[in-house]
């Protein structure tokens, strides 16, 4: 006579609820730093400021930090949070367009990081250099935010693509208040228009900050009274 055994697997679960929890929360932390970054750096260089105040300003100490609070770090942060929301509304379909999403925002969080390493490290040394008697140090700097030198710059828009696709998911399903996604989606488009006006990059941090605590508190109290969501 033959018994049949059966096995049962013991591989633990991850805990996926969790890493969304964690992950959804650098929403309005990135919001955040961006805002305290630009309430310090931006109108700092290009955009037609005078070169002498342009040299003064990325030569304080002020400047690296504030490029690398408000901006460096948000976008090393980006794809936890882009991951963690596309994990949270993928039961709810749409798996193309989230899939989209997800490529934009992290194709264009990885490719800027170069860039914003050369605004962060390289323009200070070109003010110095410009303080040190070679005035076309400045000039180089201003080249960076303009034709072609700025293309460097243009991948930043895949992040803002990616955040309103992000948005046209939770309108269709309705899985987070729909002007929570609408609202976080043009702050990040509001970050990425050039123009010379930091009232537009304050708008984009106070905009970013609020509506990515309304989607992660919204996301929160989803996770806590429905905890079998992600796996749906």
Known sequence: MTTATSTTSTTPRVPVEGLIRAGIVILPIGGALKLLGNLGTFNSVGYGIPQATEAATVTGPGFVV???????APVLL????????????????????????????????????????????????LGRAYQGGQPGAMSIADSFFTWPGGAMLYPAVLVPIG??????????????????????AAST??????????????????????????????????????PTHSAS
């Open 66 to 72: 504030g490029e690398l609070v408000g901006s460096v």
């Open 78 to 125: 980006t794809p936890f949070a882009v991951f963690a929301l596309f994990a949270y509304l993928l039961p709810h379909g749409h798996r193309r367009t989230l899939t989209a999403a997800l490529i934009c925002a992290l194709l264009g969080a990885g490719i800027i990081l170069p860039g914003l390493g050369v605004i962060t490290f390289a323009i200070p040394a």
């Open 163 to 184: 955040m309103v696709l992000f948005a046209v998911v939770i309108w269709r399903s309705r899985a987070l208040p729909r002007p929570a996604g609408v609202f976080y």
């Open 189 to 226: 488009v509001l970050f990425a228009v050039p123009v010379p006006l930091h009232s537009v990059r304050l708008a984009g941090g106070v905009l970013g900050l609020a509506a990515g605590g309304w989607i992660a508190a919204a996301v929160w109290h989803e996770l806590r009274a429905n």
